[in-house]
């Protein structure tokens, strides 16, 4: 088993320490995210991270309330995370890694928005798991998982988070592995697919 080299080490303590401060102020417990650092042991430098982790803990409040994120709000949070790994791409090119492109699979991919719901992105390149989480994260990104699927093109790895209460997965589709039209990773069978172009238009058409 592969250790995870010691910065990401470091990453993963400082976002316990800031999902713990976020959580000791949700419960009412610490009178602000600074107090609750400090009751940590942790850095304030630590502040914003954990301000994320509250946002996302109040927004979860609001669904299981009964109060969904409305469907724009999702399409942004998609686009964002799309566009944060195409401009990673963008920047990165020079070294050559196989890139062909993100897309967003299932129905959200056609402005079909149901509670809860994970966003299923699909990452066609070779791109490393820790390269997109330390993108990711620098846009806002909380509550950071790995998972693995077995699918008909091999086992995929993905890497799942929230944004702004948005609960995505990013599935890793290796350039020569998935095609840039697969269907259902599991089944086979048509899914809708968006670039980012299309979900673009799809989220004018959904208005605000």
Sequence with gaps: MTRRPARFRSE???DETARRAAGL???GRAPDLGSALRELGGSTRLRGRARRHLEAMV???AVVAGDPVPVVAVLDAAIAIMEAIDDLESRTADRGTPYRGVRLAGHAATGQVSPGEVLSIRHHGDRSL????MELEDLGVVEFRRSALRSRWGTLSALEG???GVPFRVRRCPVGQVPLDAGNLRTGRPVPLADLAAIRRVRDGVGT
Excluded: I, M, Q, W
């Design 59 to 61: 927004e979860r409040d």
């Design 12 to 14: 993963a303590s400082d």
């Design 162 to 164: 929230e944004l702004d």
């Design 130 to 133: 820790d390269d997109l989480e």
């Design 25 to 27: 102020v949700h419960e």
